[in-house]
Protein backbone atom coordinates (compact mmCIF):
# COMPACT_ATOMS: atom_id res chain seq x y z
CA UNK A 1 0.00 0.00 0.00
CA UNK A 2 1.70 3.54 -1.10
CA UNK A 3 2.00 6.11 1.96
CA UNK A 4 -0.75 8.84 1.93
CA UNK A 5 0.52 11.72 0.09
CA UNK A 6 2.20 14.17 2.86
CA UNK A 7 0.11 16.70 4.80
CA UNK A 8 0.98 20.78 3.44
CA UNK A 9 3.87 21.91 4.79
CA UNK A 10 5.70 18.15 5.21
CA UNK A 11 7.56 15.94 3.17
CA UNK A 12 7.46 11.78 2.92
CA UNK A 13 9.92 9.63 4.28
CA UNK A 14 9.54 6.07 3.62
CA UNK A 15 11.58 3.44 6.06
CA UNK A 16 13.07 -0.07 4.43
CA UNK A 17 13.94 -3.05 6.27
CA UNK A 18 16.23 -2.03 9.32
CA UNK A 19 15.07 1.35 9.48
CA UNK A 20 11.42 0.10 9.19
CA UNK A 21 12.50 -1.93 11.86
CA UNK A 22 14.01 0.47 14.22
CA UNK A 23 11.49 3.49 13.57
CA UNK A 24 8.56 0.46 13.81
CA UNK A 25 7.07 2.56 10.99
CA UNK A 26 7.11 1.90 7.17
CA UNK A 27 6.52 5.56 6.32
CA UNK A 28 6.02 8.69 8.21
CA UNK A 29 5.18 12.78 7.15
CA UNK A 30 8.03 15.21 8.31
CA UNK A 31 7.80 19.43 8.45
CA UNK A 32 9.56 20.92 5.43
CA UNK A 33 11.54 22.22 4.45
CA UNK A 34 14.91 20.62 5.68
CA UNK A 35 18.50 20.52 4.32
CA UNK A 36 19.63 17.13 3.87
CA UNK A 37 22.44 17.44 5.64
CA UNK A 38 20.38 17.92 8.70
CA UNK A 39 17.55 15.19 8.27
CA UNK A 40 19.47 12.70 9.92
CA UNK A 41 19.93 15.03 12.85
CA UNK A 42 16.10 14.96 12.93
CA UNK A 43 15.81 11.77 12.52
CA UNK A 44 18.15 11.41 15.37
CA UNK A 45 16.12 13.39 17.54
CA UNK A 46 13.21 11.34 17.07
CA UNK A 47 15.03 7.65 17.38
CA UNK A 48 17.74 8.22 19.51
CA UNK A 49 20.36 5.81 18.42
CA UNK A 50 19.20 4.85 14.44
CA UNK A 51 22.35 7.54 13.16
CA UNK A 52 24.93 5.31 14.41
CA UNK A 53 22.96 1.73 13.99
CA UNK A 54 21.09 2.47 10.90
CA UNK A 55 21.65 5.97 8.92
CA UNK A 56 25.39 5.41 8.71
CA UNK A 57 25.26 2.71 6.27
CA UNK A 58 22.37 3.70 4.81
CA UNK A 59 21.55 5.13 0.76
CA UNK A 60 19.12 8.35 0.73
CA UNK A 61 16.74 9.15 -2.05
CA UNK A 62 15.00 11.91 -3.08
CA UNK A 63 12.04 11.72 -5.53
CA UNK A 64 13.67 8.61 -6.28
CA UNK A 65 17.33 10.06 -6.76
CA UNK A 66 20.25 9.09 -4.84
CA UNK A 67 21.81 12.18 -3.04
CA UNK A 68 25.16 11.92 -1.08
CA UNK A 69 24.91 12.17 2.90
CA UNK A 70 28.33 11.93 3.56
CA UNK A 71 28.85 15.61 5.76
CA UNK A 72 32.47 15.71 4.81
CA UNK A 73 32.23 15.70 1.00
CA UNK A 74 28.53 16.47 -0.08
CA UNK A 75 27.85 16.73 -3.89
CA UNK A 76 25.49 19.17 -2.91
CA UNK A 77 25.68 20.26 0.76
CA UNK A 78 22.86 22.94 0.65
CA UNK A 79 20.57 20.32 -1.36
CA UNK A 80 16.85 20.95 0.33
CA UNK A 81 13.90 18.57 1.20
CA UNK A 82 11.06 20.22 0.12
CA UNK A 83 7.10 20.32 0.69
CA UNK A 84 5.41 17.15 -1.21
CA UNK A 85 8.75 15.69 -1.80
CA UNK A 86 9.78 11.87 -1.06
CA UNK A 87 12.28 10.81 0.76
CA UNK A 88 13.18 6.91 1.14
CA UNK A 89 15.64 5.63 3.67
CA UNK A 90 17.38 2.35 2.12
CA UNK A 91 19.48 0.21 4.71
CA UNK A 92 22.13 -1.86 2.76
CA UNK A 93 20.85 -5.11 1.23
CA UNK A 94 22.70 -8.33 2.00
CA UNK A 95 22.76 -11.13 -0.33
CA UNK A 96 24.35 -14.66 0.15
Same mark, same amino acid.
Given at each position: ? /?? /???P??? #????? #?????? #??? &? ?13 ? #? !? *? ?5 P $? ?5 ? /??? /? ?6 ? +? %?M????? !??? %? &??? *?? $?D?? !? +? +?????? $?
Amino acid at each position: M /AP /AKAPTGH #FSILY #FAAASS #FTK &KTSEHLPAPVKARDL #F !A *RLEERYP $GIKEKVL /ASC /AVTVNLEY +I %DMDEDDA !ADP %D &KEI *RE $GDEV !A +I +IPPVSS $G
